[in-house]
């Protein structure tokens, strides 16, 4: 199913490829034809106008021959006239003039007189002097030919040809001339451009003079063309008609008397129609193209991407499964798809490798619980023995207490004995029994509190062993934790290069687009696996700072019990020496006894001694007592703390 999807994946975004590869080859080609189109519509322009000018100018001269032709007839009947002197109608009834014109006449400047033929009827009055022929040839001085208009009679169109007769310097009369130019308009009419348009002719205002409709002569430019925009000019125009779209184009008519234009209107569709039929061939070139790009890009991306990316991306879909043991295809290969290959292998190396640090993590996390039951055991065993120095460490204590408060009773009643001895020294005598048992007595207490200090000399000596052992114990414990610290800091490393193990495959992930969508989801769980794996070393670390805290507290702790211990062992040899001293004054007191019968002077002294003495011994006993207290006080505060300090190892 995975490999299925894939496949339609890769099938998709080839296909994606291929519409690009397409638009791409559209867009070339719809630029090439547009570059070869408008090089085409700028050739076939120029090639039109230039048709346009050359065939304007074949008319042009084709109208000035043909005018040219007559106004030389015109000019040489004018110098016939002028030579002749006397003229009548039948002067012009010559067969050359009546060949070329309709009508042939003289006016004459003196008197008004005319003279044609053949002969017509003319208006009362008429004056050939007031017409615009004779008038136009009169100011020029020279031929002149009028606008084309339609005869009245014959609805022919009608042009006249004038030039003034010169006699002595001076205008005698004028010669002139009509003629019908209806086959002029015929001879333009049949220049069909082959078959793209018609010639007319207009002036220089734009007035039609010739034209194949013969209802538009005398009319202007913008009734051919309603739409507008047409004026005479030799750049060529377009514009619409009842025709259709038109190409107009005007040439000047020259070497005539006259200010004459000849037009020319082309169809623009027949006369584009190379360009159109190019247009075509441009799409069908196109389309032929597309298709034949879009099969060969085709076959080849199924033969060098498409089967190729199938392969590897089944790879990565049981890489993805966790298959790691899955091979990866194209290897071998030197080209993008090899080094798509090359990253899955290194993402499946990478897993493996994740497979194998996490198999580490798990072992060490066991070492580190079997550590941690260690250190358990460690507390517990240490618990155990510390209960019992302070069991044993109180009991001393009390004892040390109690018989310093026997002590300090015997001194008390030592003394009191004394006194009653020194106030009855003359009963000395009798009572001297009683002073020898009570002598023996105190050497008995004496023994006792000697036997006392030596068990107490050895307790502290025990108490002071068992501090060291705790001092060496608690140390080692700081040396574990130290350790574990060290290995909190590796797994510290560990994370972080765990975490940019992650980054470096979500970077591979990135890279590998679409395909790599599923390592990067694995990197980021990786990511997120290693960020809580170094959260949870630095609470254990700041676990650990916190045994480390209590170690050393329970260290100096340690260190002050082992001082007490050593200041009670100081205490108990003075107390030892003070034991002695008393020993030998009982011992005196004793001898004393023995020897009182030899004199009370001497008992006298000796009961002085016996006060001093037991003095001596109620502040020893009261010393003895202070110490007794202060080291209870001690092993106290020594419980508390171990207490506290296993508290804290346990909350850690």
């Known amino acids: 199913m995975t490999q299925s999807r894939t496949s339609r994946s890769s099938k998709s975004v080839i296909t994606k490829i291929l519409l690009a590869a397409a638009a791409v080859i559209v867009a070339i080609f719809a630029g090439f034809g547009l570059f070869n189109d408008t090089l085409q519509r700028n050739a076939k322009t120029d090639e039109v106008r230039d048709y346009m000018a050359g065939v304007g100018k074949s008319e042009v001269n084709i109208v000035r021959n043909w005018f040219e032709a007559r106004i030389l007839l015109v000019e040489t009947t004018a110098e016939r006239v002028a030579k002749a002197g006397e003229v009548t109608p039948e002067f012009f009834d010559l067969k050359t003039l009546t060949d070329n014109f309709s009508a042939t006449y003289y006016g004459v400047a003196a008197d008004g007189a005319f003279n044609m033929w053949p002969p017509a009827d003319l208006p009362e009055g008429y004056d050939p002097r007031k017409r615009p022929w004779y008038q136009d040839a009169v100011a020029k001085g020279g031929s002149t030919i009028t606008d084309p208009y339609q005869d009245a009679s014959t609805g022919n169109l009608i042009v006249t040809a004038a030039t003034p007769v010169k006699a002595g310097g001076t205008v005698a009369g004028v010669v002139g001339g009509d003629f019908d130019i209806t086959t002029l308009a015929e001879m333009l009419a049949s220049s069909d451009m082959g078959g793209l348009g018609y010639v007319f002719v207009t002036d220089s205002e734009g007035t039609i003079l010739i034209h194949p409709d013969s209802a538009l002569i005398s009319k202007p430019l913008n009734e051919l063309f309603p739409d507008g925009g047409v004026k005479v000019s030799s750049e060529p125009q377009y514009a619409s008609n009842a025709n259709g779209d038109r190409i107009i184009q005007f040439v000047a008519v020259t070497g005539l008397p006259v200010d004459w234009q000849i037009g020319l209107s082309v169809d623009e569709s027949a006369a584009y129609a190379s360009l159109t039929s190019f247009r075509y061939s441009a799409i069908i070139a196109t389309v032929i193209a597309t298709v034949l790009m879009l099969v060969i890009l085709g076959t080849l991306f199924q033969t060098l991407l498409a089967r190729p990316l199938a392969s590897v991306t089944g790879s990565m879909a049981q890489i993805a499964e966790g298959d790691l043991d899955a091979p990866v295809q194209g290897l071998e290969r030197n080209d993008e798809i090899g080094s798509i290959a090359n990253a899955v292998e290194v993402f499946k190396t990478n897993g493996k490798a994740q497979r194998q640090l996490e198999a580490e993590r798990e072992a060490e996390q066991e070492a580190k619980q079997r550590r941690a039951a260690a250190v358990d055991d460690l507390l517990g065993g240490f618990n155990q023995e510390i209960r019992s120095v302070l069991e044993t460490v109180s009991n001393a204590t009390e004892e040390l207490e109690r018989t310093a408060r026997e002590l300090a009773d015997t001194s008390e009643k030592s003394s009191t004995d004394a006194e009653a001895a020194a106030r009855t020294t003359g009963d000395t005598a009798a009572n001297v029994r009683s002073v020898a048992a009570a002598s023996e007595e105190l050497t008995s207490s004496i023994a006792e509190i000697a036997r006392r200090v030596e068990d107490q000399a050895g307790i502290s000596d025990k108490a002071s062993s068992a501090a060291s052992e705790t001092d060496q114990t608690v140390q080692s414990l700081v040396a574990t934790t130290d350790r574990i610290s060290q290995i909190v800091s590796l797994i510290n490393d560990i994370a972080a290069q ?155």
Do not use: H, P, Y
């Open 498 to 652: 765990t975490n940019l193990l992650a980054l470096n495959a979500t970077i591979e992930a990135a890279r590998a687009g679409e395909a790599g969508r599923g390592f990067a989801v694995v990197a980021s769980e990786v990511k997120s696996l290693a960020t809580q794996t170094a959260q949870a070393t630095e609470e254990i670390a700041t676990q650990i700072q916190a045994m480390q805290t209590v170690s050393n507290q329970a260290a100096d702790a340690i260190k002050d019990i082992a001082n007490v211990i050593a200041e009670m062992s100081e205490i108990s040899k003075d107390i030892s020496v003070s034991v002695e001293q008393q020993s030998l004054a009982t011992n005196e007191i004793s001898k004393n006894v023995n020897e009182v019968s030899t004199g009370t002077d001497s008992i006298s002294e000796t009961i002085i001694q016996v006060s001093s003495g037991a003095q001596s011994t109620g502040r020893n006993a009261a010393d003895v007592l202070s110490t007794a207290e202060s080291l209870s006080t001690e092993a106290s505060d020594l419980r508390s703390k171990v207490e506290r300090f296993f508290e804290g190892i346990r909350a850690a």
